[in-house]
């Protein structure tokens, strides 16, 4: 599809509300450019004229032409002039496709933030709910989703402790590649000359970030260890790391410390008494799917036998808070196997259950492979979604995180589901960005959240050859960041 811009730059934002009808088409953006061939596409043109801004949506679908337009006075600030062309290039797009996505032309990743925005502005409930239905065309269902969870977060975020901090350990490792990942995480087969040196680096970039703390007189509120799947690591090399976190820094006001043992087949019970020993509280064991063909199909070596396994062994070493990972539309998979999975799930009782959609970015391997995108195409995962959400509600679960990718299939979101009291503190805060997050490890991104004005970030290089070459530069960032408080 091409879209063509004249007047404007809202290149972004139209882009993004042609992905939710065409996820799975490139978008070519031009500026003023003439007349195109392509049987998709869609001129936006804005022009000022004495009258005050006309705004002209036009587009082309198949052999089919539609075209809205409005003129606004003319000191209608450019972000309505993107919503207002948005609203009108998503009803032309819905009026052909005949498909409403739920969001509306609400793009951006945090849709409860903005609720929690616009409480914090004085607007009431029912005003802010008036405005994402009119001006942004969120669905009745989503709104009721985006509000059970602002509410479910609300007393999290009032427990925020001021001055504190969480920590994240990235392990960019893990067994095998799963099909879909477009995480830098790489396979222990070819990563495993690797690791010596980064959990050199690792360790070392730790005990900066203890000092950066400690000097800055932050607390250190919750911590997350997440990758790629820590539990990749032998367990000496887990206990170097977590051994280096409980030395480093102050413990004594840690509310939630997570590890990721997101691969059923990488956990043993010597990394769970080594997890257990370092006073982790809570675990992460994902099965994504309970169906060892779509297990398969999606390049996981474990079945899922083994998670119920894992997710025993967990249970019996004392992990009061496990949270299990499900993925609603896996490649093969169905409505019915993935109900299937949920339910399975849903036996064993974890305090988390993360339902999250299949989203396809572009280092996905399966986003070169078009028999694989036709089945997705055709995936009922609507269904899944809603599925998971009437039943874990039922179940006595409440969503209290949610967030959107792009190129998820369908426009869903992603939800983490918890039974009451057992929510993970460090999602909540990283999705709301209400608390600094200091980072360390390959792709690992340091977030500093003020107490007023804008967050920063820092980066780390991304994959962790680059890390390790490029360490000294990690550690000159990391101390620039003392500036910051
Ligand atoms: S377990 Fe997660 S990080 Fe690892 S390869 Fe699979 S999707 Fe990527």
Redesign the pocket.
């Given at each position: 599809m091409t879209i063509n811009l004249i007047g404007n730059s809202f290149k972004y934002e139209m882009e993004a509300v042609c992905k939710l009808f065409f996820p799975f088409e490139k978008v070519v953006v031009t500026f003023d450019a003439p007349v195109t061939e392509d049987p998709r596409c869609a001129c936006l043109r804005l022009r000022r004229t004495r009258k005050g801004i006309r705004l002209l949506v036009l587009v082309r679908y198949d052999k089919q032409t539609q075209a809205r337009h409005q003129t606004v006075s003319s000191d209608t600030p450019p972000a309505e002039c993107e919503r207002l062309f948005a609203c009108m290039l998503f009803d032309i797009l819905a009026a052909f496709t005949g498909v409403r996505p739920g969001w509306g032309v609400l793009t951006g990743i945090r849709p409860v933030k903005r609720i929690h925005y616009d409480a914090t502005q004085g607007l009431s409930q029912q005003e802010i709910h008036a405005r994402l239905r009119q001006d942004f065309y969120v669905s009745e269902d989503k709104l009721r989703l985006a509000q059970l969870t602002a509410d479910h977060e609300k007393p999290l975020l009032d427990s925020l402790p001021p001055h504190s901090f969480s920590l994240y350990v990235s392990i960019p490792f893990?067994p095998?590649?799963?099909n879909?990942?477009s995480?830098v995480?790489q396979?222990m087969a070819q990563a495993v000359k690797l690791i010596p040196d980064y959990l050199d680096c690792l360790c070392q970039e730790l005990v900066s970030i203890a000092s950066l703390a400690r000097d800055c007189g932050l607390t250190l509120d919750t911590i997350y260890v997440g990758?790629?799947?820590p539990t990749s690591l032998t367990a000496t090399q887990l206990d170097r790391v977590l051994t280096v976190v409980s030395s480093q820094f102050d413990l004594s006001h840690l509310r939630e410390y997570t590890v990721e043992a997101?691969?059923p087949d990488t956990v043993t019970q010597d990394k769970l008494d080594c997890l257990k020993h370092h006073g982790v509280t809570r675990v992460s064991i994902?099965p994504q799917t309970m169906d060892n063909c779509v297990l398969e199909a999606i390049g996981?070596r474990h079945t899922a036998e083994q998670t119920i396994q894992a997710y025993e062994m967990a249970r019996h070493t004392g992990f009061a808070y496990i949270n299990m990972d499900l993925i609603a539309g896996l490649l093969f998979d169905t409505a019915e196997g993935f109900c299937r999975s949920l339910d399975i799930v849903r036996t064993l009782s974890p305090e988390n259950i993360t339902v999250h959609t299949l989203s396809l970015k572009r280092a996905a391997q399966l986003y070169h492979d078009g028999a694989s995108l036709d089945r997705l195409r055709r995936n009922p995962i609507a269904d899944m979604v809603s599925y998971a959400q009437q039943a874990l509600i039922a179940d006595g679960y409440a969503p209290y995180y949610l967030y959107r990718q792009k190129n998820t299939l369908g426009n869903q979101e992603n939800v983490g589901y918890a039974q009451k009291g057992c929510e993970s503190l460090y999602n909540v805060y990283i999705m709301e960005e209400v608390q600094t997050i200091l980072a360390a490890g390959a792709a690992a991104s340091t977030k500093l959240v003020p107490e007023h004005g804008k967050i920063q970030r820092v980066y780390n290089y991304k994959y962790p050859f680059e890390y390790i070459r490029s360490f000294d530069e990690i550690l000159r960032r990391k101390d620039a960041v003392r500036t910051f408080f």
């Open positions: 893990c095998t590649r799963c879909y990942c995480f995480s396979a990758g790629g799947t997101g691969r994902n996981r």
